[in-house]
């Protein structure tokens, strides 16, 4: 089954509001080419993506693009928290650094992003933190975002999102971080 990019169906990425138009056109192009991950991120990643308020799911999203120094992930998800005004440029500097720069819930968010990618279950304290419900849900946020920063490794950011001075990529966003703390 090929995917077509200029074809949306009723619920698939390419309907996501966040996107303001600006269509993840690389992705678009692996789904073609990979049916099966094709019809995961363009089905079941809406699921995953609505299971999680905006700033939850850019703060995990984010998390897991810098654990995996996925340029394109990362990109795409500085332009949708900016755009949906989920996560200040702050935090978006923060998030690349990792849990212990943040506290009380975003902190166990962060956590739960750290524990999914090592592949190590999440401690107690954060499920408490959390509920059960919130952990599972991002724990497959995470393992998709993971999935696609594996499958678009390499890939440069769409060509249509402008960076955004000091956190172009995780590693500059850490740059910023040291840069604003020293």
Not at 11 to 21: I, L, M, S, V
Not at 116 to 122: E, I, N, S
Request: net charge positive.
């Amino acid at each position: 089954m090929t995917i077509s990019v200029n074809q949306p169906r009723a619920g698939d990425a390419r309907n996501r509001k966040e996107w303001k138009g600006k269509l993840p056109r690389h992705l678009l192009r692996m789904a073609d080419r990979h049916p099966l991950f094709g019809d995961v991120i363009l089905t079941k990643g809406p699921i995953v993506m609505d299971s999680l308020d905006h700033h939850t799911r850019e703060l995990a999203a984010l998390a897991a693009a810098a654990g995996s120094e996925s340029h394109y992930v990362w990109s795409g998800h500085v332009y949708v928290a900016l755009g949906l005004e989920a996560l200040s440029y702050d935090e978006i500097v923060r998030a690349a650094m990792g849990p212990t720069y943040f506290r009380g819930r975003d902190a166990a968010v962060l956590w739960v992003v750290a524990h999914t990618l090592a592949r190590r279950p999440v401690d107690a304290a954060t499920r408490h933190e959390l509920g059960d419900s919130v952990v599972k849900r991002i724990v497959r946020a995470v393992m998709f975002y993971d999935a696609v920063a594996y499958f678009m490794r390499g890939a440069a950011p769409e060509p249509d999102l402008v960076p955004v001075a000091g956190i172009e990529t995780p590693a500059r966003a850490r740059g910023t971080y040291a840069d604003q703390v020293s």
